[in-house]
C-alpha cells in the first residue's frame, strides 16, 4: 500500500507566480489534512477536506490560499501571487478516520520563493 | 492557546548513549500528546502516543510518559543506533480531535 504521495518535492518560485502543491491520499483515506512550516518553526495546521468539501479552513490565510480536494485526483493547495514569506515546508496527511492520531504524512514540499 | 516546547538541536550523541529530548506543553482540557518522527527525505511517522496522564507511550525502544504535573512528555532510548539519526516532533491534540499543535522539532545525530 503506498504511503501518502506529494508532488513535486521541491518547488521554485519567483515572487508573483503561482505554486500549485499535490496531495495524493492513501488508499481508502478520504480525509485530507495540509501543514504548513516556516524555518525553525513546528508545523501548523492549514486546513482539513474530505472529498468535495472544506471542513476546517482556519489556519489558512485569507488572501492568495486555496485548496481543493476533488472527487477524482489528488488534493491540491494553491498560492497565488507567492512572496517570500511563503517559502515553507508544505505537509499533507491524510486519514481513514478523523483522529489525529490517524494521520499519515507525505514527504512534504519544499516551496522557494525567489 | 495550545502550544509545544521542544529542546533545540542538533543533539548529537554516540551510539549506545542513552537519549533524553525534552518536550513540555500548554493546554486546555487534557489533550493527547505525540512523538513523530521524520527520516531523511521521508514523510513523519507516528512514533508513538499518550491520550492520558500518566499513560506511557513505547515503540521500538522508545518511550515517553504524560505528565500532567509537570506538564511534560519526554522521548527517551536507553541505547541510540545510528539508524535513530532524524528530526523527532512532540506534539499535542488542539481544541479539535484531528488538529495537530506541533513543536518545532529536534535533530538528532548518532555518531558510530
Known amino acids: 500500500n503506498a504511503g501518502v504521495m506529494q508532488n513535486p518535492r521541491h518547488l521554485v518560485r519567483r515572487r508573483g507566480q503561482e505554486a500549485r502543491l499535490r496531495c495524493s491520499p492513501m488508499?481508502?483515506?478520504?480525509?485530507v489534512y495540509w501543514y504548513r512550516q516556516l524555518p525553525e518553526e513546528g508545523l501548523k495546521f492549514m486546513v482539513y477536506l474530505q472529498k468535495e468539501n472544506i471542513i476546517d479552513e482556519s489556519g489558512m490565510p485569507k488572501e492568495r490560499f486555496s485548496a481543493e480536494f476533488p472527487k477524482e485526483g489528488p488534493s491540491i493547495l494553491r498560492i497565488q501571487q507567492v512572496v517570500r514569506g511563503d517559502s515553507a515546508a508544505y505537509f499533507c496527511?491524510?486519514?481513514?478516520?478523523?483522529?489525529?492520531?490517524?494521520?499519515?504524512f507525505g514527504p512534504g514540499t519544499r516551496l522557494t520563493v525567489t | 492557546g495550545n502550544s509545544v516546547t521542544q529542546m533545540e538541536g542538533p543533539v548529537t550523541l554516540s551510539e549506545e548513549a542513552f537519549l533524553t529530548i525534552n518536550c513540555t506543553y500548554t493546554a486546555t482540557g487534557y489533550p493527547s500528546l505525540f512523538w513523530y518522527v521524520q527520516y531523511p527525505g521521508e514523510g513523519l511517522q507516528l512514533l508513538l502516543k499518550?491520550?492520558?496522564a500518566d499513560d506511557k507511550g513505547s515503540n521500538k525502544g522508545f518511550e515517553a510518559t504524560y505528565r500532567k504535573e509537570t506538564t511534560s512528555f519526554h522521548l527517551e532510548k536507553g541505547s541510540v543506533q545510528v539508524s535513530d539519526s532524524a528530526v523527532y516532533f512532540c506534539a499535542l491534540s488542539g481544541d479539535s480531535n484531528y488538529q495537530l499543535i506541533w513543536g518545532a522539532g529536534t535533530k538528532l545525530i548518532i555518531k558510530p
Open positions: 488508499k481508502g483515506h478520504s480525509h
Open positions: 499518550a491520550t492520558k
Open positions: 496527511a491524510s486519514s481513514q478516520g478523523q483522529g489525529a492520531w490517524e494521520q499519515y
